[in-house]
């Protein structure tokens, strides 16, 4: 054989087996699961502390919310929202 057709005959073979190995590689089973999936169980509880209580999560999604009780700590000031902090450009 010519050194043309050795060279031919080993890129086909070099082809061949990638082709082979890709597709085996491609078509492999789904690993295993680590262990049952499981959705977490969001239960709320309420802690209590010094003047004050926390209770929650209260989730949804990607949203959990705490609810802080307690005495009004602020007396005699007041809040804004968010839309009237904007509007007099006090938040940003």
């Excluded at 057709?5 to 086909?12: D, K, P």
């Excluded at 492999?28 to 699961?33: I, K, M, S, Y």
Aim: charge should be neutral; charged fraction near 15%.
């Amino acid at each position: 054989m010519s050194r043309r057709t050795v060279i031919v005959f080993a890129s086909l073979a070099a082809v061949v087996l990638g082709v082979v190995v890709a597709a085996r590689w491609w078509n492999r089973p789904a690993p295993e699961p680590l262990g049952p999936a499981v959705d977490p169980v969001v239960v709320p509880t309420t802690i209590a502390a010094a003047n004050f209580e926390v209770s929650g999560p209260f989730a949804h999604d990607n949203l959990a919310l705490f609810l802080v009780h307690g005495a009004d700590q602020l007396q005699g000031k007041s809040f804004l929202t968010l839309d009237e902090a904007l509007a007099q450009r006090r938040s940003s």
